[in-house]
Structure formats: C-alpha cells, structure tokens
C-alpha cells in the first residue's frame, strides 16, 4: 500500500510543483539586475554554463530565453520529484551527484553542452557545504571550455493587502 501511494506522489507532485511555480510568478515583479554579461551571451548565441545555489533555484526555469536546457539533478527520491517538475517545463535532467553517478552525469552534460545545450548545476552541490564550490562545475568548464555564468534569484517580501481588509 505503501509503494503504491508512493508511485503516486512522484506522478502527482510534480504536476503540483510545476502549477505552484507557474503560479507563483504570476504573483511576483520580477526585476533583473546586472544582465549585462548574460545578454551578450544570449545575444552572440554563446553557449554557456548556468551556476547557481541550491536552495536559489525555484524561479530558474523562468531565466531561460529558448535554449534547450540540461540540469544536473540527484539521483535520490527528491531528485526524481525534481527532475519530473521540471521536465514540465521543458528541461532535459541529467542525473548524478558527488555521492553517486557523478562521473557518468558529467560526461553526459560535456556531450549536451556539445550538442548545443545549455547545461545548469548547483556547484555546492546536494549535502554541501553550503555556498562552497565543489569540483564538478570547475571539470566542466574545463571539459567544454565554456564560461560559467552564476546566476541567482531571491525574493523579497512585500505587503499585499491594505490593513483594514478583512476575510
């Protein structure tokens, strides 16, 4: 009974997360700062590599400008709820960790990133430390010879209603 409620969280949550999200930003003003360097790379039509960290990545999907994505993601259970979200909007997962798969998933990004793809990882990779680079993204610029554009997004809060209104 267990399992079979299990098969259906992974086939349910996803479809959740993706119409959260979608949701989300309907209710947001997203302002970008300091796209400068990213432009002209969209611009020239330069591949390159997207960085950002783990717990920074909810509204990513909504930084891409047409590219074909690939996302590094893990191989654990929440990586699969992950991965299958955000296969709704379009992206390509890639699937490995420092702790399992690694190598594998790093030469199937090199060979996505020379297809054409834009490849995305977290370089602090899933069991951190947090905000500390780790080897992986540093091999792949390497392997590719493309730059890596960090990229981030935060929010910040606002007030939504007037204080007299009540429900």
Avoid: C
Avoid at 22 to 49: C, Y
Avoid at 58 to 78: V, W, Y
């Amino acid at each position: 009974m267990r399992k079979r409620f299990e098969r259906f969280l992974v086939r349910i949550l996803p479809w959740l997360g993706y119409g959260v999200i979608r949701g989300l930003r309907w209710t947001m003003r997203i302002t970008t700062l300091s796209s400068e360097g990213v432009d002209a790379f969209w611009k020239e039509g330069q591949n390159f590599i997207v960085a950002f960290w783990h717990g920074r990545q909810l509204m990513m999907p909504f930084a891409n400008k047409g590219n074909q994505i690939s996302i590094l993601i893990s191989q654990h259970r929440d990586g699969e709820l992950i991965a299958r979200t955000v296969a709704r909007f379009g992206f390509h997962s890639v699937r490995g960790s420092t702790t399992r798969g690694g190598s594998a998933a790093l030469r199937r990004l090199v060979r996505r990133a020379r297809a054409g793809d834009l490849v995305v990882m977290t370089p602090d990779g899933p069991r951190g430390p947090r905000h500390v680079v780790q080897p992986g993204v540093l091999k792949l610029a390497m392997l590719t010879g493309l730059p890596i554009v960090p990229l981030t997004f935060s929010a910040s809060k606002k007030k939504s209603f007037s204080p007299g209104m009540v429900f």
